[in-house]
């Protein structure tokens, strides 16, 4: 008889605690329920890290051609960080740069797909510089374009990165390079040569003044005639911002060639973009351009002129042939608020002019000149080239042949 006893309260016992179990599990899933409701959407998910990228480069004189690739290279995840290679590893393995570390870190921080900049990267991949990128900068791959880098050794430079299976390849830009840029330079040099006997100040005065030099359309015109580059619509729609001025939006207008895209445009058009809520940039014509700066301007056509500015990061809107004088109609049609004008510019004589471009913000009281940042202007970068022009043709030479078979018989149509 106890021992029943002993066995009925056991079995009481056991009830009760399984009861306090399935009602403790039943209040602790409605309290988890109702807080996962209380809290906003996606708390309970771990947050995905973003997929890092890196690509570096000299970036010297840098193009629209560069812009692209870094645009792809952005495409691949979610952070472009980019390494700009320093002066003296580009003397080791190039010949000297056309620009130095601190402008080229200026055009490179300023390309609206960059995230993040390393200065004096190395120019080939090592062990270390990679393990320091995967480690201590979070990089998940490495970027380059689908054209040859190979060092002096006849080595690749991406061949570590590769083998590691984190390298990926973009396509590269057709129809320009820094090198292409520096040879329609010196092409002058080359065809002036017999007659001038090197003589740099002559032809410091051609690129002015405007002598004539041999075109391959075999025309006299004005403008540009080395670049092979066909543009497209899908490209300019590419490095767009796609987005117009709002309402009520303060819109600056600056114009200029902003030929041979350097640091000295950059710094301007950061403190025009800094005057207002939208930075329309006006590009003129290369006719334009040749009319007032010499019949070897631009160095650049207009598409190549209006893609550089267009990849940067202060500019909203690029008018693609603007008008040499700015006149009250455009200032209506595009609602602007604010004419600005740099300082340090090649065409600072306009108020000596008869017909001043800007004499119509100037009557209504809208023209603000900008004190420029840097000294330089696009004759920099020429003379730059010109005093030392030897050099340069030393660099445009000291390709491997896998690179001159790569650049050969190249048909230059704007890339992916």
Same mark, same amino acid.
């Given at each position: 008889?106890?021992?029943? &006893? %002993?066995?009925?309260?056991?079995?009481?016992?056991? #009830?009760?605690?399984?009861? @306090?179990?399935?009602? $403790?599990?039943? =209040?602790?899933?409605?309290?988890?329920?109702?807080?996962?409701?209380?809290?906003?959407?996606?708390?309970?998910?771990?947050?995905?890290?973003?997929?890092?990228?890196?690509?570096?480069?000299?970036?010297?004189?840098?193009?629209?051609?560069?812009?692209?690739?870094?645009?792809?290279?952005?495409? &691949? %995840?979610?952070?472009?960080?980019?390494?700009?290679? #320093?002066?003296?590893?580009? @003397?080791?393995?190039? $010949?000297?740069? =056309?620009?130095?570390?601190?402008?080229?870190?200026?055009?490179?921080?300023?390309?609206?797909?960059?995230?993040?900049?390393?200065?004096?990267?190395?120019?080939?991949?090592?062990?270390?510089?990679?393990?320091?990128?995967?480690?201590?900068?979070?990089?998940?791959?490495?970027?380059?374009?689908?054209?040859?880098?190979?060092?002096?050794?006849?080595?690749?430079?991406?061949?570590?990165?590769?083998?590691?299976?984190?390298?990926?390849?973009?396509?590269?830009?057709?129809?320009?390079?820094?090198?292409?840029?520096?040879?329609?330079?010196?092409?002058?040099?080359?065809?002036?040569?017999?007659?001038?006997?090197?003589?740099?100040?002559?032809?410091?005065?051609?690129?002015?003044?405007?002598?004539?030099?041999?075109?391959?359309?075999?025309?006299?015109?004005?403008?540009?005639?080395?670049?092979?580059?066909?543009?497209?619509?899908?490209?300019?729609?590419?490095?767009?911002?796609?987005?117009?001025?709002?309402?009520?939006?303060?819109?600056?207008?600056?114009?200029?060639?902003?030929?041979?895209?350097?640091?000295?445009?950059?710094?301007?058009?950061?403190?025009?973009?800094?005057?207002?809520?939208?930075?329309?940039?006006?590009?003129?014509?290369?006719?334009?351009?040749?009319?007032?700066?010499?019949?070897?301007?631009?160095?650049?056509?207009?598409?190549?002129?209006?893609?550089?500015?267009?990849?940067?990061?202060?500019?909203?809107?690029?008018?693609?042939?603007?008008?040499?004088?700015?006149?009250?109609?455009?200032?209506?049609?595009?609602?602007?608020?604010?004419?600005?004008?740099?300082?340090?510019?090649?065409?600072?004589?306009?108020?000596?002019?008869?017909?001043?471009?800007?004499?119509?913000?100037?009557?209504?009281?809208?023209?603000?000149?900008?004190?420029?940042?840097?000294?330089?202007?696009?004759?920099t970068i020429i003379r730059r080239i010109v005093s030392?022009?030897?050099?340069?043709?030393?660099?445009?030479?000291?390709?491997?042949?896998?690179?001159?078979?790569?650049?050969?018989?190249?048909?230059?149509?704007?890339?992916?």
């Amino acid at each position: 008889m106890v021992s029943e &006893l %002993g066995r009925s309260e056991n079995l009481q016992q056991g #009830s009760r605690l399984v009861a @306090t179990w399935i009602i $403790g599990g039943v =209040v602790f899933g409605l309290s988890a329920l109702a807080l996962s409701l209380a809290l906003p959407q996606g708390v309970w998910k771990r947050k995905k890290r973003p997929v890092r990228v890196y690509m570096d480069g000299c970036f010297d004189m840098m193009h629209y051609g560069h812009c692209n690739a870094l645009r792809q290279a952005r495409a &691949l %995840g979610d952070q472009l960080v980019v390494g700009v290679v #320093s002066d003296a590893e580009i @003397t080791a393995n190039k $010949g000297p740069p =056309v620009t130095p570390l601190n402008e080229r870190m200026i055009m490179v921080s300023a390309v609206k797909w960059v995230d993040e900049v390393i200065p004096d990267a190395p120019y080939a991949i090592t062990e270390d510089f990679m393990k320091k990128l995967f480690d201590e900068y979070n990089i998940d791959y490495i970027i380059h374009g689908d054209d040859p880098c190979i060092l002096p050794d006849g080595t690749d430079a991406y061949a570590l990165a590769k083998k590691a299976g984190r390298y990926k390849q973009i396509k590269r830009t057709e129809g320009v390079s820094s090198t292409d840029i520096v040879g329609r330079m010196l092409l002058c040099v080359r065809e002036r040569s017999a007659a001038d006997s090197h003589n740099h100040s002559s032809l410091q005065r051609q690129f002015s003044h405007g002598h004539s030099h041999k075109s391959e359309d075999g025309g006299s015109g004005s403008g540009t005639r080395v670049s092979h580059f066909l543009p497209t619509s899908r490209r300019i729609v590419q490095f767009s911002n796609g987005k117009g001025p709002g309402p009520d939006a303060r819109i600056v207008y600056i114009d200029g060639a902003f030929d041979l895209f350097h640091a000295g445009h950059v710094e301007i058009l950061r403190l025009a973009r800094g005057l207002g809520d939208f930075l329309l940039v006006g590009i003129h014509t290369d006719q334009t351009v040749s009319a007032n700066r010499g019949a070897h301007r631009p160095i650049m056509n207009l598409h190549e002129r209006s893609l550089s500015v267009l990849a940067c990061r202060y500019v909203d809107e690029v008018i693609i042939g603007a008008p040499w004088e700015v006149s009250k109609d455009m200032i209506t049609t595009f609602n602007i608020s604010l004419v600005v004008h740099g300082t340090v510019a090649e065409d600072n004589d306009f108020q000596k002019e008869k017909s001043n471009p800007y004499a119509v913000p100037i009557s209504m009281g809208i023209l603000k000149l900008l004190e420029s940042p840097l000294d330089i202007t696009t004759s920099t970068i020429i003379r730059r080239i010109v005093s030392n022009h030897e050099a340069y043709q030393k660099r445009n030479e000291k390709k491997t042949e896998s690179e001159r078979r790569y650049y050969e018989d190249k048909i230059y149509v704007s890339g992916d």
